[in-house]
């Protein structure tokens, strides 16, 4: 018991109290770290058997108490702020804490200071109380059990919201007095500011942590020719020291077809994860683990912090992922305009040539038939003559689907149906293909819409593809043709089961006298034919092709053909 005498020495002891309860709350300690040594400092300081500390937090009591026998220990809890009385007799600690920390309830035999505290001599002894609120003022008895025979209660504030509530259990009776109540107010006041400030700095730190880790992958995606697989690699290593306890944390990023852990990975028995969207699609999840078991009384094992520290990293990951889709896009879209590009120089250029050429060829082709009429030949020179013919038609033949593919000549447009056009064309490779061991397939959906087109060009549209087609399978193999209806289009599928293409030459099929087939099997200019067709069709052509497996050519034309002049 502490009187006013040594008033000196009240204040030391005071000054020790307050330095040591001030200096744990810059330390930012994980709030029950922070009560359990608290809690010791009221134990080395005091006479006390026992020492509560709670305090208010998520609409809940965070409880340590720490006890001198039969050897120092702490125990923690986590308690409803919300006990309320039942029946007539109070013998619930949690409901007396919660009427005392309220300032709810007045005492029969003992003053409430104007701070809210009290104090009980004697727990051996009847004691009751009478909860004042606004709709209640009922008196109870009050039970405490009586180890403990003195107790002290002393509330405190903690922010505007928050209050606290420091309770020294002491087993002889009449252990407390005024003063000591004055002196453990005036204590109570600092632990409130300490635990309050505790609050802050742990807050700041996670702020910080959060921040660092925002700055690395800032860092990591500065550099525009960073491999993703390496930033991804970075991102995960940066999640361990944005945790409560880096040495145990371990993270992971999957994305749809690869993921990324930090090192020494293992799944953990606690588990946190924020999925990753990109334009609106799940394509992945970041995952921190717990390695071992941590208390889940806080907030779950896990702080609010970490919680909004995975969802912006995974935040993150999806605008890169989405930037790099994007660049991806507009890379491809450039490398189509080129290739676009490219491909109508070529197609000017050829159809110049072309012109120019075939008037000498004409020159050459009439003379030589001239000469081939005149009697006075020999057979060899005949037989030279008609060689001449032949390549000079041959020549010519090249000449028409180079100016083809330039889109020179005017299409024939009629009314067509794609059925009709396309079933004839095939009637003439059904016995090749049966000689090739391939399978021909039909599947022509019935009552296509006609569409206004050129017969001929459409046929030698089919007759370019089936080609190809059938050079793609020598060892034979299946041919699919399919026409169908959709939305906006009418198609014509042609699918193999070749040799298939690379990326390589995917790439280049369009461009005239591209071929990569022997001199006397292909000139290269098949496809580029056909793309003139179907652009002067206003149609589209799609190429999905995989090497070893076999190639679909899907030829689109559009609806709109059908009311075309
Ligand atoms: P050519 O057939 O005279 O070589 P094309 O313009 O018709 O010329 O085709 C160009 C190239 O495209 C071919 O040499 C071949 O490499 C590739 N190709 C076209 N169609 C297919 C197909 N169905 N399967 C595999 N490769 C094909
Ligand atoms: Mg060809």
């Given at each position: 018991m502490k009187t006013n005498r040594d008033s000196l020495a009240l204040l030391e002891e005071f000054r020790t109290y307050a330095h040591q309860i001030l200096a744990l709350a810059n330390r930012g300690l994980p709030r029950f770290d922070f009560l359990r040594e608290v809690a010791k400092i009221f134990l080395d300081n005091s006479t006390c058997d026992a020492v509560e500390l709670r305090t208010e937090g998520h609409g809940r009591w965070f409880i340590c108490e720490g006890v001198r026998h039969p050897e120092i220990s702490f125990k923690i809890d986590v308690r409803s702020l919300n006990a309320e009385i039942h029946g007539d007799t109070v013998s619930d600690f949690d409901v007396f804490s919660n009427l005392a920390a309220k300032l709810q309830i007045e005492l029969n035999d003992s003053e409430i200071t104007d701070k809210g505290s009290f104090w009980v001599s004697d727990t051996s002894q009847k004691i009751t109380i009478s909860q004042r609120t606004e709709s209640t003022d009922k008196s109870f008895d009050v039970d405490l059990g009586d180890l403990y025979k003195s107790l002290a209660f002393i509330p405190f504030t903690i922010d505007d919201e928050n209050s606290g509530l420091i309770v020294l259990k002491c087993m002889e009776s009449h252990s407390f007095n005024d003063y000591d109540i004055e002196f453990y107010e005036g204590i109570a006041a600092i632990l409130g500011l300490a635990v309050a400030d505790r609050r802050?700095?742990?807050?700041?730190?996670?702020?910080?942590?959060?921040?660092?880790?925002?700055?690395?992958?800032?860092?990591?995606?500065?550099?525009?020719?960073?491999p993703l697989d390496e930033i991804m690699q970075g991102i995960v290593e940066l999640i361990p020291p944005g945790w409560m306890y880096p040495e145990i944390t371990f993270g992971r990023i999957t994305l749809n077809n690869s993921s990324y852990c930090t090192q020494l990975f293992q799944e953990g028995p606690q588990r946190l994860a924020a999925p990753v969207i990109v334009n609106g699609q799940l394509c992945g999840k970041v995952e921190v683990f717990y390695a071992e078991k941590k208390r889940e009384l806080d907030e779950g094992p896990f702080l609010k912090e970490e919680r909004h520290l995975i969802d912006a990293i995974a935040r993150e990951v999806s605008h890169i992922l989405e930037h790099k889709q994007a660049n991806k896009e507009k890379d491809k879209l450039q490398e189509q305009l080129r290739h676009a590009d490219r491909l109508a120089t070529?197609?000017?250029?050829?159809?110049?040539?072309?012109?120019?050429?075939?008037?000498?060829?004409?020159?050459?082709?009439?003379?030589?038939?001239?000469?081939?009429?005149?009697?006075?030949?020999?057979?060899?020179l005949d037989d030279d003559l008609s060689k001449i013919v032949d390549a000079t038609l041959q020549a010519r033949e090249i000449i028409k689907k180079l100016i083809v593919f330039a889109r020179q000549t005017p299409s024939q447009l009629a009314k067509v149906n794609l059925n009709e056009i396309f079933a004839k064309g095939l009637y003439f490779f059904e016995a090749r293909c049966n000689k090739a061991g391939i399978e021909l397939v039909k599947e022509f959906e019935?009552?296509?819409?006609?569409?206004?087109?050129?017969?001929?060009?459409?046929?030698?549209?089919?007759?370019?593809?089936?080609?190809?087609?059938?050079?793609?399978?020598?060892?034979?193999?299946?041919?699919?043709?399919?026409?169908?209806?959709?939305?906006?289009?009418?198609?014509?599928?042609?699918e193999d089961t070749g040799i298939g293409m690379s990326e390589e030459v995917r790439r280049q099929i369009f461009v005239p006298f591209f071929t990569t087939k022997d001199i006397d099997e292909g000139t290269g200019l098949g496809l580029p034919v056909v793309h003139g067709i179907v652009t002067s069709h206003l149609g589209l052509i799609k190429v999905d092709s995989e090497v070893g497996k076999g190639t679909q050519f899907i030829i689109q034309?559009?609806?709109?053909?059908?009311?075309?002049?």
């Amino acid at each position: 018991m502490k009187t006013n005498r040594d008033s000196l020495a009240l204040l030391e002891e005071f000054r020790t109290y307050a330095h040591q309860i001030l200096a744990l709350a810059n330390r930012g300690l994980p709030r029950f770290d922070f009560l359990r040594e608290v809690a010791k400092i009221f134990l080395d300081n005091s006479t006390c058997d026992a020492v509560e500390l709670r305090t208010e937090g998520h609409g809940r009591w965070f409880i340590c108490e720490g006890v001198r026998h039969p050897e120092i220990s702490f125990k923690i809890d986590v308690r409803s702020l919300n006990a309320e009385i039942h029946g007539d007799t109070v013998s619930d600690f949690d409901v007396f804490s919660n009427l005392a920390a309220k300032l709810q309830i007045e005492l029969n035999d003992s003053e409430i200071t104007d701070k809210g505290s009290f104090w009980v001599s004697d727990t051996s002894q009847k004691i009751t109380i009478s909860q004042r609120t606004e709709s209640t003022d009922k008196s109870f008895d009050v039970d405490l059990g009586d180890l403990y025979k003195s107790l002290a209660f002393i509330p405190f504030t903690i922010d505007d919201e928050n209050s606290g509530l420091i309770v020294l259990k002491c087993m002889e009776s009449h252990s407390f007095n005024d003063y000591d109540i004055e002196f453990y107010e005036g204590i109570a006041a600092i632990l409130g500011l300490a635990v309050a400030d505790r609050r802050t700095q742990v807050a700041l730190r996670e702020r910080v942590k959060e921040l660092t880790c925002l700055y690395g992958i800032a860092r990591l995606i500065e550099d525009p020719n960073r491999p993703l697989d390496e930033i991804m690699q970075g991102i995960v290593e940066l999640i361990p020291p944005g945790w409560m306890y880096p040495e145990i944390t371990f993270g992971r990023i999957t994305l749809n077809n690869s993921s990324y852990c930090t090192q020494l990975f293992q799944e953990g028995p606690q588990r946190l994860a924020a999925p990753v969207i990109v334009n609106g699609q799940l394509c992945g999840k970041v995952e921190v683990f717990y390695a071992e078991k941590k208390r889940e009384l806080d907030e779950g094992p896990f702080l609010k912090e970490e919680r909004h520290l995975i969802d912006a990293i995974a935040r993150e990951v999806s605008h890169i992922l989405e930037h790099k889709q994007a660049n991806k896009e507009k890379d491809k879209l450039q490398e189509q305009l080129r290739h676009a590009d490219r491909l109508a120089t070529i197609g000017q250029l050829a159809a110049g040539v072309a012109h120019e050429l075939n008037e000498p060829l004409g020159n050459i082709l009439g003379f030589a038939q001239l000469a081939q009429k005149s009697q006075d030949t020999s057979l060899q020179l005949d037989d030279d003559l008609s060689k001449i013919v032949d390549a000079t038609l041959q020549a010519r033949e090249i000449i028409k689907k180079l100016i083809v593919f330039a889109r020179q000549t005017p299409s024939q447009l009629a009314k067509v149906n794609l059925n009709e056009i396309f079933a004839k064309g095939l009637y003439f490779f059904e016995a090749r293909c049966n000689k090739a061991g391939i399978e021909l397939v039909k599947e022509f959906e019935d009552g296509l819409p006609e569409i206004k087109a050129d017969q001929a060009q459409l046929n030698q549209v089919l007759v370019n593809l089936v080609v190809n087609a059938i050079q793609a399978m020598p060892q034979g193999g299946k041919l699919t043709v399919r026409t169908y209806v959709s939305e906006d289009s009418l198609n014509l599928i042609v699918e193999d089961t070749g040799i298939g293409m690379s990326e390589e030459v995917r790439r280049q099929i369009f461009v005239p006298f591209f071929t990569t087939k022997d001199i006397d099997e292909g000139t290269g200019l098949g496809l580029p034919v056909v793309h003139g067709i179907v652009t002067s069709h206003l149609g589209l052509i799609k190429v999905d092709s995989e090497v070893g497996k076999g190639t679909q050519f899907i030829i689109q034309f559009p609806l709109s053909n059908r009311n075309k002049g």
